[in-house]
């Protein structure tokens, strides 16, 4: 009941916070973070989280996704990314005006679909405008790149001007199914002859000005269209075609080339500049409190504004007269150097001493995608100078109280809530994350264990190792989920096991588990480097073994072949493991899933024991009678189990019986439903000295080569006590690993290993043992210390001895 009232106390906070709020999609927020940090400069509140709840400087949304990009003169640092074009809702792209934009015109451009199904105005304002920046490179054709400009047929307006690009301008970039009406290419570095662009009927403006443009000059006769063309400051030559003067509304501009170098033409109209770069003052208004700025017009349809500034100034005007009554006026306007049409506007209240904000942000947002100018002064920016309203003060303050208002509201919110989820989150989360109290990843004390040879890896570094977890480097799946080959900074192969997503085992087992793994070391068993507990993440990090599994060898898979000796110092490594993990682990640890795909081998083929950071510990009264959920694999599993759902230390004693026979077999456990024991069994003929019967089932390597298989008797014998039906009947893993050591010493074989049993395996006195028994006074093998290295210990309040 209190946590439905706390609900909808929470619920009515949200209610009463003010609308507007949007969120971005999270892709895109990705994308411009990644924007973000390939450039300098960029708006200060782009720190934000998000882009468009938090409005972002040059950011409009849409449905919470990003719709304009506008930066023009924000002196943006950096490279044109690759990125932009994955912001596939975008209609409008400005980056125009930054010096210091460097790069290539990105590929992923073309993905941009929204931004070429614009009309001319939008597209002009929005589109391929890149004008003004240190943009570098061929301009890209479709054919050569891979994508081009040719694809973008509904653009109407290519303002490159004023950048680095170099090379031709291929006649491929130009179609007849175009749309282009405009075209700058002027202030590049664009070398080779006009190419043929006569298919652009559309075309009314042109100028490649200032390039290194060659050859003759060109003919554009049918280009009717045609009401401006700038190719001045290049190298042409030649006879200039007399239909080209044709065009009524055409100005020509060959300023800078060879042919104004002919003295009949050097004073000639053609050879002039014609661009204002003086300002022209309009009428004035008086007004104490104008709003002024700046309409920069980059590439205007005429070069001559006095015929076409009234025309202006009376758009603008019809334009603010639907949403204030104001009087406006041209304050002066010229071209610069760039010919760019500066127009300063000045406009005065009436009837009022000041423009409110409200009337300011409603009337005077002329970048707006929706205001539009007559077509002919083509794209252009405003930029408003600051204003000051008369209720500035009064508002600000307003603002504050009504913000604070809000804020404490909000605070009270948050304030029970938080008490609310605090004592919610104290009792989830030692269950939940038993690592949160562990401070900088296991490095403080207080409740956290000492782990000795465990490195704890956040999931960053995980992800790192495994080269992003990719699919190349997985060298292994089993019930516990994949596993990676990795390497550590300092060259080292780990393998990572990753828990699958919907582990049952949860963070309080986990940090036992590695609490327990921690403090194994044996060379018999595969050593644990260190674990990752993070982001939902169960990870364990294992040494590398490099030779692979044993039944890889078995199985001929890895390209090694065993003798009968090396599979006698096999067995007896995996089950002096083994016996470490039952008789000297503290608590004991039952392996549960012994296997041949769980012993590995090493460089020097030295057995290890394998996935056991995965068994279960159990005390020392358990180990003979515990109850668990079903863990193992088909033709290893304890045959008792299925009667009693119980797995004991003797169910890790059959499934090495039945590893036993793979080593003489080299056969799977079940093969072509053939189950390994009960063929033995079945064949097994004790009269027969050689090979006891078991010549068709004896690996023919080991056949082949007439190995002198010394001892086979007493280790069939011994598979076969391992794999008696009751388990009270088979041996411990201390015997096992005794028996194997004996038969290698009394067949003459060489190893290195000194268990110092004290009692040798008896199989008659083991069939008068009950399982009782034998866990309570079971004889443990006395490992040499250079066998391990025991490490690590449970601080005092730390008991892991519990069921």
């Not at 010493?745 to 399982?771: C, H, W, Y």
């Amino acid at each position: 009941m209190l946590r439905k009232k706390l609900l909808l106390f929470f619920l009515f906070c949200i209610a009463i916070v003010p609308p507007g709020f949007s969120y971005t999609d999270p892709d895109e927020v990705a994308i411009l973070k990644i924007l973000m940090k390939q450039w300098k400069n960029v708006p200060p509140n782009w720190k934000n989280n998000d882009p468009c709840g938090d409005r972002w400087e040059g950011i409009t949304c849409d449905n919470s996704r990003v719709t304009k990009l506008v930066l023009f003169s924000m002196d943006i640092q950096g490279t044109l990314s690759e990125e932009i074009g994955n912001l596939k809702q975008l209609r409008i792209l400005d980056l125009s005006s930054n010096k210091k934009l460097k790069g290539t015109l990105p590929g992923t451009l073309i993905n941009l679909v929204n931004l070429n199904s614009l009309s001319i105005w939008l597209f002009s304002r929005a589109g391929k405008d890149l004008a003004d920046n240190q943009l570098s490179g061929a301009l890209p054709i479709s054919a050569k790149d891979g994508w081009g400009l040719d694809q973008l047929l509904k653009a109407k307006h290519f303002h490159l001007n004023q950048n680095y690009f170099t090379g031709e301008i291929s006649e491929s970039l130009f179609s007849a199914d175009m749309a282009l009406k405009h075209l700058r290419l002027d202030n590049n570095r664009l070398t080779g002859s006009v190419p043929s662009i006569n298919n652009l009927t559309r075309l009314d403006f042109l100028n490649l000005a200032n390039n290194s443009i060659t050859g003759t000059i060109p003919n554009l006769t049918t280009l009717t269209s045609l009401n401006f063309i700038a190719i001045e400051s290049g190298q042409l030559y030649g006879q200039i075609p007399q239909k080209i003067f044709s065009a009524p509304e055409l100005q020509e501009v060959l300023e800078g080339n060879p042919v104004c170098n002919i003295t009949h033409l050097s004073t000639t109209a053609y050879c002039q500049d014609v661009f204002e770069h003086n300002p022209s003052v309009g009428s004035l208004n008086s007004c104490q409190h104008p709003f002024n700025g700046f309409l920069v017009f980059r590439a205007p349809f005429f070069s001559d504004a006095s015929d076409h500034i009234t025309l202006l100034e009376q758009n603008l005007t019809n334009k603010l007269k639907t949403c204030i009554p104001n009087n406006l006026s041209i304050q002066n306007y010229y071209f610069d150097t760039n010919t760019y049409l500066w127009v300063q506007v000045k406009i005065c209240p009436i009837g009022q001493r000041y423009f409110n904000r409200t009337e300011i942000i409603n009337c005077f947002d002329w970048n707006s995608e929706d205001y539009e100018l007559p077509d002919l002064y083509g794209p252009y920016y405003f930029t408003a100078s600051p204003y000051r309203t008369s209720s500035s003060g009064k508002s600000y303050k307003i603002g504050i109280t009504i913000g604070c208002a809000i804020l404490a509201v909000l605070l009270v919110c948050l304030g029970v809530y938080a008490v609310w989820q605090k004592k919610r989150i104290k009792r989830e989360q030692h269950r939940n994350d038993p690592f949160a109290s562990w401070g900088s990843m296991g490095e403080e004390t207080g409740e956290a264990p000492k782990l000795s040879g465990a490195k704890a890896f956040t999931y960053d570094e995980i992800k790192m190792y495994t080269n992003n977890f990719k699919e190349i480097n997985v060298i292994g799946v089993g019930g516990y989920g994949e596993v990676y080959r990795g390497m550590l900074p300092d060259k080292q192969l780990v393998a990572i096991k990753r828990s699958k997503e919907g582990s049952m085992q949860g963070g309080l087992e986990f940090k036992t588990e590695i609490e327990l793994l921690s403090r194994v070391h044996h060379k018999n068993l595969v050593g644990l480097v260190g674990f990752c507990f993070e982001k939902g993440e169960k990870m364990l990090v294992y040494e590398y073994i490099g030779n692979g599994t044993l039944r890889d060898c078995l199985s001929g898979a890895s390209g090694i072949q065993l003798d009968w000796s090396k599979r006698l110092k096999i067995a007896l490594d995996s089950a002096i493991g083994l016996a470490y993990l039952q008789d000297h682990a503290n608590p004991p640890i039952i392996h549960r899933d012994v296997k041949s795909t769980n012993i590995l081998l090493d460089e020097t083929l030295t057995a290890k024991v394998a996935d056991f950071g995965l068994s279960l510990f159990v005390s020392d009264s358990e180990i003979g009678h515990v109850t668990t959920h079903v863990r193992g694999t088909l033709g290893y599993l304890d045959p008792e189990y299925y009667m009693t759902q119980q797995l004991t230390g003797k169910s890790d004693v059959y499934s090495f019986g039945v590893v036993m026979l793979e080593l003489i077999t080299a056969q799977p456990p079940i093969s072509e439903q053939k189950y390994i024991v009960k063929e033995v069994r079945t064949a097994l003929d004790e009269e027969e000295k050689r090979y006891l019967g078991l010549r068709d089932l004896i690996d023919p390597i080991l056949v082949n080569k007439k190995e002198n298989l010394v001892g086979l008797n007493r280790f069939l014998d011994l598979a076969l006590q391992c794999v008696k039906e009751e388990a009270c009947n088979r041996p411990t893993m201390s015997e096992i690993a005794k028996e194997i050591e004996d038969i290698m010493q009394t067949g003459g074989f060489k190893i290195n290993s000194n268990l110092g049993f004290r009692e040798k395996f008896n199989p008659a006195q083991r069939n008068s043992m009950d399982v009782s028994s034998s866990s309570s006074s079971r004889s443990r093998v006395n490992i040499s210390s250079s066998d391990f290295k025991y490490s690590g210990g449970f601080p005092s309040q730390v008991n892991l001895n519990s069921s």
